[in-house]
């Protein structure tokens, strides 16, 4: 009978990575939960195998292969205390920067702790004794497999990153006894580059710049990105706090959170993914490439290729020096369809997406906005600022709590500056206390969208939605911070010296947010409080998330009408009505 690869889909990964990453020599040790990977590699004639029965003795021969070649070695054993054995040898091989990877087999990790023979943790290790260190579960969803073909990517990469040195693999024994596949399915290749390696080269024919949570720009740093959308057919791709405030800027989340956007194909051959946590999703493409200077593998998209370890500037630098400029299309044709979803924005009812639409564009010169978490800063991501405006929101850790307090925090530094915030009424009764910070200035302008409970719950594209009331008690957290009144947040606002304004309607919101956008400095600093309902607000998400469709179901009835036939039908329709 002829002998092949396990059908153990992790087994499998790790085996085509260490082949792609150029890992040909293993030490292996015998044992039980190390058969399938061993008897795997046994049958590639890529791979040099040697055996060892003694896991420390292996290590260390590990350390005198990989010293004499300046190339990887891996090792293999199996579960009980073999790994323990080790320890030794890996310790060695930190100090040293020896690029060693370990390929420790097991049972399930499920199986720690409870009295189960040959079971040991190997969850957490010293510190010394492995740069990277990753657990290869089981395959069995689709989710698990981008899981652990990103860890053993990273696994392998640590073996060179930053000196070099040990790397873990902890691979969960998968119980099969088929050894019947004759070739390993595809497996996608991470690769990571430094400064001074040969960097590969950008064959594609639209690439898409994509800005996460991002700090000012300089502008050295705009005029090189700009140069490479110049070269290479690129639109930046920006959200509410990316910050790019360049030539080819596009707002994506009213082309991203279209409906219909989930089922369109690829836009672009090559994503540059820079900047932080984003709110906004865009994976239209092929490829996608991470610039960071902290060089960590961040597979955002579930499709990246390459990582640069490097400041951003460097690698734009790098790509556009002594190339020349090119036609482009790209951006133009992304602004085309923002700009047509933008100018099919229905009527939308009182929100905070309608007060984002109403005001985006007026803010002061050189001003600063915040935003809340989630829904404002979803309300006020489909439109772009003006230029001179910065805008930031609290997406690290993503969560409801402090966003006043940053917003106050940044006020504190430039005295003669505008700072607004935008935020629900959660997120203001969650950091209130913060207003009541003695060294406020008057330069700070907040507005808070209060509907009386968490709207993210209630809008039509949220699962809870379809609870109904019933999401109001506990999911939505509807009903505290009233006791009968509407007043509650300005009495406390007036308490602690803030100018009040408050609107109810489109008509009061005109009025009072003249005053509230006014650019000179105002004695006070000034809380502008919008009363909203959830079924307003409901309806302005479902309106802007659905432009692209009602405008071809507009454009499909016009078709269907101005249709010879029925023309005729209207005709006849007429006289009948006529009587």
């Known amino acids: 009978m002829a002998y092949y690869y396990t059908s153990a ?43 060892c029965i003694d896991e420390r003795s292996a290590a260390y021969m590990a350390c005198g292969m990989a010293a004499e070649t300046g190339e990887p070695v891996a090792l293999t054993c199996t579960g009980a205390t073999s790994s323990r054995n080790y320890m030794p040898g890996l310790t060695e091989a930190f100090y040293r920067h020896l690029p060693i990877l370990a390929i420790t087999c097991s049972r399930s990790n499920s199986q720690i702790g409870h009295m189960i023979n040959q079971v040991t943790d190997r969850t957490v290790l010293p510190n010394d004794i492995a740069k990277e260190s990753v657990q290869a579960q089981a395959v069995d969803t689709p989710d698990d497999e981008w899981d652990v073909t990103v860890k053993v990517n990273k696994a392998i990469l640590g073996l060179k990153r930053n000196g070099g040195g040990p790397c873990h693999i902890n691979l969960e024994y998968a119980h099969s006894s088929d050894f019947s596949v004759r070739e390993i399915a595809p497996v996608r290749v991470i690769k990571r ?25 300089s502008e050295q ?12 057919n690129g639109v930046v791709l920006c959200d509410a706090t990316s910050n790019y405030r360049g030539k080819y800027e596009l707002r994506i989340p009213l082309i991203c959170e279209q409906v219909e956007h989930q089922i369109t194909s690829d836009v672009f051959d090559l994503i540059i993914h820079i900047g932080d946590i984003s709110s906004t999703i865009y994976d239209k493409t ?50 085309d369809k923002y700009d047509a979803l933008f100018r099919a924005i229905p009527e939308l009812p009182f ?44 997406t690290g850790g993503f ?9 106050i925090g940044a006020s504190m530094i430039s005295r003669d500056k505008l700072y607004f915030g935008v935020f629900g009424d959660l997120l203001f009764f969650y950091d209130m206390n913060s207003l009541g910070n003695r060294d406020i200035c008057s330069n700070v302008r907040i507005m808070i969208v209060n509907n009386g409970l968490g709207q993210e719950f ?43 304004l408050s609107a109810s309607n489109k008509e009061e919101f005109e009025v009072v947010s003249k005053r509230f956008v006014i650019p000179e400095k105002t004695e006070r600093p000034i809380l502008l409080e919008l009363h909203t309902n959830t079924k307003d607000e409901n309806k302005a998400h479902e309106l802007i998330t659905t432009i692209s469709m009602k405008s071809k179901a507009i454009k499909k009835g016009t078709e269907i009408l101005s249709n010879p036939v029925m023309k005729d039908v209207k005709s006849v329709v007429k006289k009948i009505m006529k009587g």
């Open 9 to 51: 889909r992790n087994i499998q990964i790790v085996i085509a990575l260490m082949k792609s990453h150029g890992i040909k020599r293993v030490i292996t040790s015998p044992g039980a939960t190390d058969i399938a990977i061993n008897f795997s590699l046994q049958h590639d004639p890529y791979f040099e195998l040697y055996s």
């Open 193 to 217: 580059y430094v400064k001074g390696d040969a960097f590969p080269e950008i064959k594609a024919r639209t690439v898409g710049i994509f800005v996460g949570s991002h700090h000012v720009w």
């Open 221 to 232: 740093l705009t005029t090189t990105v700009e140069r490479f959308c110049e070269i290479y």
């Open 286 to 335: 092929k490829d996608i490439w991470r610039v960071h200077i902290d060089g960590e593998l961040c597979d955002t998209f579930k499709k990246l290729k390459n990582i640069f370890q490097m400041s951003e500037l460097d690698f734009f630098t790098i790509y556009t020096e002594g190339k020349e400029e090119k036609t482009m299309t790209a951006f133009n044709t992304m602004k």
């Open 351 to 394: 929100s905070n997406v309608w007060a984002a639409k109403s005001l985006y564009d007026k803010l002061p010169e050189s001003s600063e906005v915040h935003l809340g978490i989630r829904n404002s800063l979803r309300s006020w991501g489909y439109f772009a600022l003006p230029r001179t405006i910065s805008s930031f929101c609290n």
């Open 399 to 407: 969560g409801i709590d402090g966003g006043i307090s940053s917003l």
């Open 458 to 500: 209630k809008n039509y594209s949220c699962y809870s939605a379809a609870f109904g009331e019933e999401t109001d008690l506990y999911i939505a957290a509807k009903g505290h911070f009233v006791n009968g009144t509407k007043d509650t947040i300005q009495k406390y606002a007036e308490s602690l010296g803030f100018e009040y």
